[in-house]
């Protein structure tokens, strides 16, 4: 079955840099699209980036262009998440998460239905 899991948070100052991982089993990231959020108490989920499946194509949120990056290892099948220049903002639970479709169009949290447990990123000093 369909299962993702995350991997990587923790503990940074601001301006810090993690990688957070995404390994899925179940289908392969390099037919599926993956995208990250972030989940915030008091907020909804918020889509960060997305990795298309079968092409290249990548998205992001404007609250994360040009520092985050997303990328993938079809021989691990596993995502990554690339976080550079990390802010206090940043702090939350993330989370990949995938409908098996293939294009990055919808970015909203109440379309996806396979989602991994999160991992737990704190920016602070």
């Known amino acids: 079955q369909v299962q993702l899991v995350e991997s990587g948070g923790g503990l940074v100052q601001p301006g810090g840099s993690l990688r957070l991982s995404c390994v899925a089993s179940?289908?392969?990231?390099?037919?599926?699209?993956i995208l990250w959020f972030r989940q915030v108490p008091g907020k909804e989920r918020e889509g960060l980036a997305c990795?298309?499946?079968?092409?290249?194509?990548?998205w992001y949120a404007d609250s994360v262009q040009g520092r985050f990056t997303i990328s993938r290892d079809k021989g691990k099948n596993t995502v990554y998440l690339q976080m550079r220049r990390l802010k206090l903002e940043d702090t939350g639970v993330y989370f990949c998460?995938?409908?098996?479709?293939?294009?990055?169009?919808?970015?909203?949290?109440?379309?996806?239905?396979?989602w991994g447990q999160g991992t737990q990123v704190t920016v602070s000093s």
């Open positions: 179940g289908f392969t990231v390099g037919d599926r699209k």
């Open positions: 990795i298309e499946g079968l092409g290249s194509d990548k």
């Open positions: 998460a995938t409908d098996l479709g293939s294009f990055c169009l919808n970015h909203e949290a109440a379309s996806y239905g396979y």
